[in-house]
């Protein structure tokens, strides 16, 4: 069994140490080495996403039919962020809330007809990929971005977007910066970020396209990284705009952070990723994404999903989907009713998104996330 992912503890512990400690830590927890790096356009984008080991993809063609280890083991492991608000939270008692959170319980509810039987294993940025190479994790939800690299370099594969997203800094209106603010703007300060991203390869792109220099920290995690932009060591901080929003609104009191540039300077689609060439799992978690989806187009939610179905108003694609007459769960290796499970316990995707990306004012009306129907990007091919 692989041992780099560090337990949970030992990486809380890190967060307490405070800047300095952080600044020396980080080195060592991940690797990269590469805190106060100059970037420029001639300098090349910090690299942390390594390639599986030979020793690493022999591992994961071990692992067999993924589909039906999950079903003899009755739980599902799952990796998460445990730090990204409202996307993955751990809470005081232990449990773990959020919008790739409950993707993963949507997940275990269609696999075990049970939404709370899963494991949630924390993961920094840098420690992701591994864990599902190596079997450590079965599926990974931790705002992870879509991209050839991830999909083609490395031992896994990608399902369903369920959140578009995009990247921008945050930084403070003291210091100069506001809503309209662009990257050129940044010319010469410190911007940080978490390790192992897409975030610090983009943010040196958009750097050489301005044709600015600045310096480019990273760190273990994000709570890192907000420590020091609140203790002043860096100017301004990169991530997905999802993720600033949240940062932003649980600093309260201090309104003097912004967010721009208003387009954001890259396409984050974020999603669940699972191993490579685990096709059967690979459907379940997809359809388990789409069964919220289609369910969101149909207004079919986890308080009136039974009323609708005795009601007898459903269309036969609903009927075939929740586990009625047609069904195709139980040609996936599923029970027939492992979609109505995901709605009634987990919810559609509105619901989902509503209950966990509303409070932070993530809106879905206007954004790409919106329902197709609503001009947005929330599409799932047909239950047929
Ligand atoms: N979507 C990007 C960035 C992912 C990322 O690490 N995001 C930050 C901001 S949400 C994060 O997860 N922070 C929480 C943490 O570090 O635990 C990627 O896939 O590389």
């Given amino acids: 069994m692989n041992r780099r992912i560090a337990p949970i503890s030992r990486r809380s512990a890190l967060r307490l140490g405070g800047v300095l400690v952080?600044?020396?830590?980080?080195?060592?927890?991940c690797g990269s080495g590469d805190d106060g790096q100059e970037v420029d356009g001639d300098e090349p984008a910090p690299t942390t996403e390594a390639a599986a080991p030979e020793t690493e993809v022999a591992m994961i063609q071990d692992i067999g039919d993924l589909l039906a280890t999950v079903q003899e083991r009755g739980t599902l492991n799952c990796g998460v962020s445990g730090s990204a608000v409202a996307f993955s939270e751990t809470q005081p008692d232990g449990s773990t809330t959020g919008f790739d959170a409950d993707y993963c319980r949507a997940v275990a509810a269609a696999i075990l007809g049970d939404a709370d039987a899963v494991n949630f294993v924390p993961?920094?940025?840098?420690?992701?990929f591994t864990a599902v190479e190596t079997g450590d994790i079965d599926l990974l939800v931790r705002n992870t971005t879509w991209t050839q690299s991830r999909d083609t370099d490395l031992v896994l594969d990608f399902g369903p977007t369920t959140y578009y997203d995009g990247q921008q800094v945050m930084a403070r209106v003291s210091s100069g910066f506001s809503a309209s603010s662009t990257v050129?703007?940044?010319?010469?300060?410190?911007?940080?970020?978490?390790?192992?991203?897409?975030?610090?390869k983009n943010i040196a792109d958009a750097v050489d396209a301005a044709g600015i220099e600045i310096t480019l920290s990273t760190f273990e995690d994000f709570d890192i990284v907000t420590d020091n932009f609140i203790q002043?060591?860096?100017?301004a901080v990169t991530t997905d705009g999802s993720a600033l929003v949240g940062r932003k609104v649980k600093q309260e009191g201090d309104q003097d952070w912004v967010i721009f540039p208003a387009t954001p300077i890259s396409k984050e689609p974020l999603g669940p990723v699972y191993p490579q060439n685990q096709s059967t799992f690979g459907d379940v978690v997809n359809w388990a994404v789409y069964a919220t989806i289609i369910a969101d187009e149909k207004g079919i939610t986890s308080e009136n999903i039974d009323s609708m179905l005795s009601g007898g108003?459903?269309?036969?694609?609903a009927i075939r989907m929740l586990g009625g007459e047609g069904e195709l769960q139980t040609k996936m290796g599923l029970t027939a009713d492992a979609f109505y499970n995901v709605i009634v316990q987990v919810g559609n995707y509105d619901e989902i998104y509503t209950r966990n990306l509303g409070p932070v004012g993530l809106s879905r009306e206007g954004s790409a996330n919106a329902r197709w129907t609503a001009g947005g990007l929330i599409y799932a091919p047909p239950a047929r």
């Fill in 22 to 29: 952080a600044l020396t830590l980080v080195a060592a927890a």
């Fill in 123 to 128: 993961l920094t940025a840098a420690e992701r």
């Fill in 184 to 200: 050129a703007d940044l010319d010469g300060a410190t911007i940080c970020t978490n390790a192992g991203t897409t975030t610090e």
């Fill in 232 to 235: 002043g060591a860096c100017d």
């Fill in 313 to 317: 108003n459903l269309d036969a694609e």
